[in-house]
């Protein structure tokens, strides 16, 4: 059910994962893949509810990550995807509240959907991720945070619509960043 912290760390040679069918994995650990450098792409089972601290931190060659159909994910904690340099493709299942800090530092996403349910945008989330071009926070948005350095130096973001939910928007959030179009809604303090 778990993978546990820093299992495959430093496995700089593996290229795949794979999970048997109904796998009942609950959690990818802290660390659990860091520095696996030739790691590619991975899909995570639909079991799977939270991807803890940089458990794929500096996997600089993984470009895919997929989640199962009807996947209960929750939670990316920060750093989790931190120096994915590769990593242009990734949908939040719709079920994930929690994106923590450095989750998507400077990575190559070029597009994200935000889901519903996060209220938060935290600290230098997308920080870095100089070809993130679209950012679309899903319909009944719950967002209320935007926090700092969020989007810092996303050089090809070049216009967002920030939802009604959102009451701040932090420090340097935007700073750096190709913005030449932004809405802010009325209720942003």
């Known amino acids: 059910t778990i993978i546990d912290k820093e299992a495959f760390q430093y496995a700089k040679s593996l290229e795949t994962v794979t999970f048997e069918a109904g796998s009942q994995l609950d959690s990818i650990g802290q660390a659990a ?3 696996a450098e030739s790691l590619t792409e991975i899909t995570i089972p639909a079991s799977v509810k939270s991807i803890e601290t940089i458990a794929f931190n500096v996997a600089t ?27 242009t493709s990734i949908i939040i299942p719709a079920d994930v509240t929690e994106i923590g800090g450095n989750s998507f530092n400077k990575t190559s996403l070029t597009s994200i959907n935000i889901p519903a349910g ?15 071009e679209t950012v679309i926070f899903e319909a009944d948005s719950q967002l209320e945070i935007i926090d700092q350095y969020a989007f810092r130096n ?36």
């Not at 209220?119 to 070809?131: L, Y």
């Not at 216009?159 to 802010?184: D, H, M, Q, R, W």
């Open 61 to 87: 060659n993984l470009k895919t990550v997929t989640f199962e159909p009807g996947s209960q994910l929750k939670s990316i904690k920060s750093g989790a995807f931190n120096n994915a340099t590769s990593l």
């Open 154 to 189: 996303a050089t090809a973001l070049i216009s967002i619509i920030i939802p009604a939910s959102v009451k701040t928007i932090g420090p340097y959030a935007f700073s750096e960043s190709g913005l030449t179009s932004i809405n802010i809604p009325e209720g942003v303090t």
């Open 33 to 35: 893949f860091q520095y």
């Open 118 to 132: 996060g209220t938060a945008i935290n600290f230098h989330t997308f920080n870095n991720a100089t070809n993130l």
